[in-house]
């Protein structure tokens, strides 16, 4: 019997048994690199391609996994299975030095785009376009679509634990401009914020006129005696998962924390990806606990994609009309068609299947990270493990995390230091975001980190911070 397929020439005779998914894989991936499948192409069907080549359809099913996964094709609705991205340029870098502009990027807050749910989104679209009134898509109420209130306050209320009904909600493009609405009605005020924290939160906060003033965090998360001594009226806080060490704030200082705010202190929550977790038991919402002492802001910018500009942000009611005028003044509120389409995903379902199938790749990607620092930095200390999308590593006193980072980016890989993310003194260490790559393109990534900090140093280009890549809000 002839074995083979039309489809680029493809013929396992002389493939091994039980390497047939990795050839597969290797010809498909070599096929989309050099322009033979461009994006858009077909593949054929799994049974189809399985009987031309005579092997089992989970051969087949296999690969196109591994593809799928490294965002190289994707489920195209009636059009089936097509190529999506063409592979990064860093993986047919010539030998030698790494183009450091053309590397890998593991900078934190950089969600998988691949996994965008574009079937999903674009069946929502339809029944969104076939069913929305004239008037949905007219000038609005500027805190949102009270359609999406509604479903946001249902769905926050079942995941987070979030005690808000959709009149106490204000939909913004993501918590960026969230934190800018609360600095604008805190402008000249002092803010606690967690030290470490996010480097673009304290710039922002800055530029809106608040003064930053740090709070050390540990083990247990936010240091709640400090805070009180600090003599601060508001603390901004992500307790769900610490950015960037990856602590949960533990009980007792979410106890202390409520007690603080019960004293006339003002509790602003970022639940920036509380929606990745691996290991751990989902941590509530602390809106839930003070809804009249906590402002609770969120965005789908880690669950869909950071380009879709939109989030919420839910306040204490004596706070709300303030919040909505500023709103208005500001931009007469969100576009109206993705709001009714992220309701309608919330409502159907879909959204929620979503973050279930993303879950296990997310899961799979940090265990590639892991099993990579502990080949290629084994003495390093790593933390965050349990949820989010990055880790935290961190190395022995006296190491210089900047010249580490730049030594990194030499090799191509470009990561953030720790300290970038502090105002005070503490242990180096560097940020590492591993939600945007494959499994392999992470460990090609974590070792050539691993090499950059044995290899001597020498003439490097400064690293520049690229702005709110930190966790983009």
Do not use: C
């Amino acid at each position: 019997m002839v074995v083979g397929a039309d489809f680029l020439q493809l013929d396992p005779g002389a493939v091994p048994r039980g390497s047939l998914t990795s050839w597969l894989v290797d010809a498909l991936r070599a096929a989309i690199a050099d322009g033979r499948l461009a994006v858009g192409t077909r593949l054929p069907a799994s049974r189809v391609l399985a009987a031309d080549l005579a092997v089992s359809r989970g051969v087949v099913v296999a690969a196109y996994q591994v593809l799928f996964d490294d965002g190289l094709i994707r489920a195209d609705g009636a059009r089936g299975t097509t190529v999506a991205a063409a592979p990064p340029r860093a993986e047919v870098l010539p030998a030698g030095r790494a183009d450091p502009w053309a590397g890998i990027d593991l900078s934190p807050g950089v969600p998988d785009l691949s996994a965008f749910p574009r079937a999903a989104w674009l069946r929502a679209e339809r029944t969104v376009l076939a069913s929305a009134a004239a008037a949905d898509l007219g000038y609005g109420d500027p805190r949102g679509n009270a359609v999406l209130r509604h479903e946001l306050a249902g769905w926050l209320g079942r995941v987070r634990g979030v005690r808000a009904g959709a009149e106490d909600l204000v939909v913004v493009a993501g918590v960026a401009q969230g934190l800018g609405l609360l600095a604008q009605l805190l402008a000249g005020a002092r803010v606690g914020i967690e030290d470490p924290g996010s480097r673009g939160t304290r710039e922002q906060l800055a530029y809106w006129g608040v003064e930053p003033v740090p709070v050390p965090v540990d083990a247990d998360g936010l240091d709640v005696e400090a805070l009180a001594r600090s003599g601060v009226p508001v603390v901004l806080v992500t307790p769900a998962h610490h950015f960037p060490t990856g602590v949960v704030l533990a009980p007792h200082r979410r106890r202390a924390l409520l007690e603080w705010a019960a004293g006339g202190g003002l509790v602003v929550e970022d639940d920036y990806d509380a929606e990745h977790r691996y290991d751990r038991a989902p941590v509530s919402a602390l809106q839930g606990l003070a809804p009249d002492r906590v402002v609770h802001t969120g965005s789908v910018s880690k669950s869909l994609a950071p380009g879709l500009r939109l989030g919420w942000l839910v306040a204490p009611r004596a706070l709300q009309p303030e919040l909505a005028r500023r709103k208005r003044m500001t931009d007469l509120g969100n576009a109206a068609l993705p709001q009714l389409v992220l309701a309608q995903l919330i409502a159907s379902g879909e959204l929620e299947r979503h973050l279930r199938r993303v879950r296990p790749r997310q899961r799979a990607r940090r265990d590639a990270m892991l099993d990579a620092l502990r080949r290629h930095l084994p003495d390093a200390r790593v933390q965050g493990v349990a949820a989010g999308l990055h880790l935290l590593v961190t190395f022995p006193p006296g190491a210089d995390d900047r010249e580490l980072a730049e030594r990194a980016r030499d090799a191509g890989v470009l990561v953030q230091p720790l300290s970038w993310h502090r105002v005070g003194d503490g242990p180096p260490g560097l940020v590492l975001g591993y939600a945007a790559h494959s499994p392999d393109r992470i460990r090609d990534a974590v070792a050539r980190l691993g090499a950059s900090m044995r290899r001597p140093s020498g003439v490097r280009q400064p690293v520049v911070p690229k702005r709110n890549t930190d966790r983009e809000r």
